[in-house]
């Protein structure tokens, strides 16, 4: 379903923080199918191919050692416009910045540790989902 579908991560720090369970409930509260999720960690390999798009930008390396840093739960989700209503959760990456409610300002401590990624567009949604899961491991 094109544009029913978004990827998300729950990243190091809200797993370090034990977050992941309330999380998971307000994604599904909010409404989203879980279509495929894992618990897991990145290499630095891994998470250099993840964020090779980023790879001229200063922050580059430092996203990498942290994202390969700790535990993740990578997830495929399932609405209606996922990829807006999903970014619209999570609230803005800086979760200073993040409305009321959203999972940012929730369980963010900043802009570089802020709990949860989630795809900008229906094919990095795709892409995204496809680092992470096999056809076989969607449902």
């Given amino acids: 379903m094109s544009g029913n579908r978004t990827f998300t991560m729950i990243k190091p720090d809200a797993s370090e923080k034990n977050f992941c369970g309330a999380i998971l409930k307000q994604i599904q509260e909010a409404g989203f199918k879980i279509i495929a999720l894992k618990q897991t960690r990145m290499s630095l390999k891994q998470a250099n191919d993840f964020y090779q798009i980023h790879s001229e930008r200063p922050f580059y390396n430092d996203l990498c050692s942290f994202m390969s ?25 800086n979760p200073a910045n993040a409305e009321a409610g959203t999972i940012r300002k929730n369980y963010a401590e900043s802009i570089d540790k802020n709990a949860i990624h989630g795809s900008d567009s229906d094919e990095n949604a795709k892409i995204e989902g496809n680092f992470f899961f096999t056809e076989s491991e969607k449902f």
């Avoid at 840093?69 to 990456?93: D, H, M, Q, W, Y």
């Fill in 69 to 93: 840093s700790g535990t993740i739960i990578p997830a495929i989700l399932e609405k209606e416009n996922a990829v807006e209503e999903f970014r619209k959760l999570i609230g803005a990456t």
